[in-house]
């Protein structure tokens, strides 16, 4: 599938490039945390040459890449803000209707076009709320150069690669590539509408190719989507690239139990935060050998 919006890094030699996957306030609270307890062994992956968002990792990554510091980011994207809402009822029913549509659709041009319909159809909050959700939490935030945010045109189920040159608010961008169908609403920019980047995959992680290496964070959550990670990887190993893929340890699952399963509920962040960090302590070495080698 050809994106309908290209970007130019592909062109311009990299040397890191970071890639923070979906998967809701787990998401978030994980992917906030690993990235802060590397940082606290010295491994600043602010610097990135190239950051790529999808729907929650759109979130962190928006925040990251405009290298405020460290306190700074832990208090955006951890706390739960008080006019933050959660999603009502449980996310049960809505992963057995994805699972459905990944069982029965033919082409995965059809099981994202199915996945606008549920996005479109679904009783969520309002886009308003939705954008004042998105801005309540990571405030309002310029485009960095080395930031790419992925949605879905629900017009042509095609995925987009917005960034710093492509005109879009970067505000906008985030909240459209977080707009999980079933959960939160599509959201409007110009004339067209878009929702959550995951639809086509939860990393996206083949816009990294060209990177000597490429850090992926995958939070794992039971989400099946058109396109596959281990396929991404296998196709940035071919070009050249280094990957080293990361996904929460069973601490941080059986903690996300704990706190009732629902990976979108903002409450979760801040324990959840709190195991990222200590296991981006416990694989600090790994990491730095991997990204700080030449």
């Given at each position: 599938?050809?994106d309908?919006?290209?970007?130019?890094h592909?062109?311009?030699?990299?040397?890191?490039?970071?890639?923070?996957?979906g998967?809701?306030?787990?998401?978030?609270?994980?992917?906030?945390?690993?990235?802060?307890g590397?940082?606290?062994?010295?491994?600043?992956?602010?610097?990135?040459?190239l950051v790529?968002?999808t729907?929650?990792?759109?979130?962190?990554?928006?925040?990251?890449s405009?290298?405020m510091p460290?306190?700074?980011?832990?208090?955006?994207?951890?706390?739960?803000k008080p006019?933050?809402?959660?999603p009502?009822?449980?996310?049960?029913?809505?992963?057995?209707e994805?699972?459905?549509?990944?069982?029965?659709?033919?082409t995965?041009?059809e099981?994202?076009?199915?996945l606008?319909?549920?996005a479109?159809e679904?009783?969520?909050?309002?886009?308003n709320?939705q954008?004042?959700r998105?801005?309540?939490?990571?405030?309002?935030?310029?485009?960095?150069?080395?930031?790419?945010?992925t949605?879905?045109?629900?017009t042509?189920?095609?995925?987009?690669?917005?960034?710093?040159n492509?005109?879009?608010?970067?505000?906008r961008?985030?909240s459209?590539?977080?707009s999980?169908p079933?959960?939160?609403?599509?959201?409007?920019i110009g004339?067209r509408q878009?929702?959550?980047?995951?639809?086509?995959s939860?990393?996206?992680a083949d816009?990294?190719e060209g990177?000597s290496?490429?850090?992926?964070l995958s939070?794992?959550?039971?989400?099946?989507?058109?396109f596959?990670?281990?396929?991404?990887i296998?196709?940035?190993?071919?070009?050249?690239?280094?990957?080293?893929?990361?996904?929460?340890?069973?601490?941080?699952?059986?903690?996300?139990q704990?706190?009732?399963?629902?990976?979108?509920?903002?409450?979760?962040?801040?324990?959840?935060?709190a195991?990222?960090?200590?296991?981006g302590?416990?694989?600090?070495?790994?990491?730095?050998q991997?990204?700080n080698?030449?």
């Open positions: 599938m050809n309908v919006l290209k970007t130019s592909q062109q311009n030699l990299l040397t890191t490039a970071l890639v923070l996957g998967g809701g306030s787990m998401g978030i609270g994980w992917e906030t945390g690993y990235l802060a590397l940082a606290d062994r010295g491994i600043d992956t602010r610097l990135a040459d790529v968002g729907s929650a990792g759109s979130q962190v990554g928006a925040v990251i405009s290298r460290w306190d700074d980011i832990w208090e955006r994207l951890v706390y739960p006019a933050e809402k959660s009502s009822g449980s996310l049960g029913s809505l992963f057995v994805y699972d459905e549509i990944a069982a029965s659709s033919k995965p041009e099981w994202i076009q199915r606008g319909k549920l479109t679904s009783k969520t909050m309002t886009e709320e954008f004042s998105i801005r309540t939490k990571i405030g309002d935030l310029q485009w960095a150069q080395s930031l790419r945010i949605a879905i045109d629900l042509t189920s095609q995925r987009v690669v917005w960034e710093s492509s005109g879009i608010e970067l505000l961008a985030v459209a590539s977080s999980l079933g959960v939160w609403p599509p959201t409007t004339s878009y929702f959550d980047g995951g639809a086509h939860m990393e996206n816009i990294a990177a290496k490429v850090l992926i939070v794992g959550l039971p989400v099946k989507t058109p596959k990670l281990e396929d991404q296998r196709r940035l190993q071919e070009s050249g690239s280094k990957v080293e893929l990361v996904k929460p340890n069973k601490k941080t699952y059986a903690a996300l704990q706190l009732g399963g629902n990976p979108v509920d903002p409450q979760i962040r801040p324990v959840i935060a195991c990222g960090r200590e296991q302590h416990e694989d600090a070495e790994r990491i730095a991997f990204w080698q030449s």
